[in-house]
T-cell receptor, first 113, second 114 residues
């Protein structure tokens, strides 16, 4: 069966510091991968998606970037965090193709102070 | 960005009552999904709907994909304490190749009083 992991689970970072969040998927190959952000009390907003290694599409302009160095690894990064980057970051995977069901990881809670 | 209108925002009910929530959109989606999220965790898929008019059940949960493809509802029958959480609807265009991000509603917070 497929599993999706995220780490760290929680992170407290000062403003202006760099960020690296990691997501890995097991039990499947060539998945679509997604990064979402959830602000407190709100729904999820799609940030990035990837259909393959090195292929990243950005949905909203922001202070963050994403990379996919390996088939089942998706990384969310920032060079300098802003206060507004605080939130709950969720990684998701789906099988290849549009319309495939997405399954979410446990999330990383980021607090920027 | 585009959002789905999900209502109600919160519900306070007694254990054993039935629950109903819905989502509407100004644009068409080809897939509707309902997720449940517990505090501090990722959303878990409850029901996926792929055809307009489709009515699908998962235990005490029933969801329908609206005929116009612009709305969906979720019903929970005979609520129990473990139903507490935030329920999200999500729409997916699902056309063509590539990938297809989800558009989410803002969630319905379900609180059950014993």
């Amino acid at each position: 069966s497929q599993t999706i992991h995220q780490w760290p689970a929680t992170l407290v970072q000062p403003v202006g510091s760099p960020l690296s969040l990691e997501c890995t998927v097991e039990g499947t190959s060539n998945p679509n991968l997604y990064w979402y952000r959830q602000a407190a009390g709100r729904g999820l907003q799609l940030l990035f998606y990837s259909v393959g290694i090195g292929q990243i599409s950005s949905e909203v302009p922001q202070n963050l970037s994403a990379s996919r160095p390996q088939d089942r690894q998706f990384i969310l990064s920032s060079k300098k965090l802003l206060l507004s980057d605080s939130g709950f970051y969720l990684c998701a995977w789906s099988k290849q193709g549009r319309g495939e069901t997405q399954y979410f990881g446990p999330g990383t809670r980021l607090l920027v102070l | 960005g585009q959002q789905l209108n999900q209502s109600p925002q919160s519900m306070f009910i007694q254990e054993g009552e039935d629950v109903s929530m819905n989502c509407t959109s100004s644009s068409i989606f080809n897939t509707w999904l309902w997720y449940k999220q517990d505090p501090g965790e990722g959303p878990v898929l409850l029901i996926a709907l792929y055809k307009a008019g489709e009515l699908t059940s998962n235990g005490r949960l029933t969801a329908q994909f609206g005929i116009t493809r612009k709305d969906s509802f979720l019903n929970i029958s005979a609520s129990i304490p473990s139903d507490v959480g935030i329920y999200f609807c999500a729409g997916q265009k699902g056309l063509g190749g590539g990938a297809d991000g989800l558009t989410f509603g803002k969630g319905t917070h379900l609180i059950i009083q014993p």
